[in-house]
């Protein structure tokens, strides 16, 4: 559920503040895509968007018809958008996001690198993941083992 509530308060970024990227980073094209936009059934910011008032939706009108919208991406007339990207740390490189979500941290291979990308162009980072040993699950532990509120 914590993928939904990010993706709901991104969804919200978009609409309300001017040419706002925000990437979404997970495991494969196709959950990216389910994310987002999505492919047959709709993706989790598309649900959102289409779940809101209709007058917010006058108010903050998409680039096109949701439904031509690419599953990984969804624009905003305001200048924002929403893209879905797969795993590796090149996916990143090619954006300057202001919010960077790494969504299954624990299973993204590269996922140290693409963090690395991104931590210079995006004003906010959140990485969101079930426990499972990885680089995310090192991270968290060195910050409880420190003591130190992160």
């Not at 598309?46 to 969804?74: A, F, Y």
């Not at 797969?86 to 299973?107: C, K, L, N, T, W």
């Amino acid at each position: 559920m914590l993928s939904w509530a990010v993706v709901a308060d991104s969804v919200h970024l978009a609409q309300w503040t001017p040419n706002s990227h925000i990437i979404i980073q997970s495991e494969r094209e196709s959950k990216s895509i389910d994310l987002v936009v999505g492919k047959g059934i709709p993706g989790y910011a598309r649900v959102i968007w289409e779940q809101q008032d209709e007058c917010l939706k006058v108010m903050h009108p998409l680039t096109k018809s949701i439904d031509d919208m690419p599953g990984n991406l969804m624009t905003w007339q305001n200048g924002s958008s929403i893209r879905g990207v797969p795993s590796g740390a090149d996916q990143v490189r090619q954006y300057h996001p202001a919010r960077f979500i790494m969504d299954e941290a624990a299973f993204l291979t590269e996922a140290a690198a693409s963090y690395d990308a991104a931590e210079p162009v995006a004003s906010q980072i959140i990485v969101i993941s079930s426990a499972a040993p990885s680089w995310f699950g090192e991270t968290v532990m060195k910050v409880l083992e420190s003591g130190v509120p992160g």
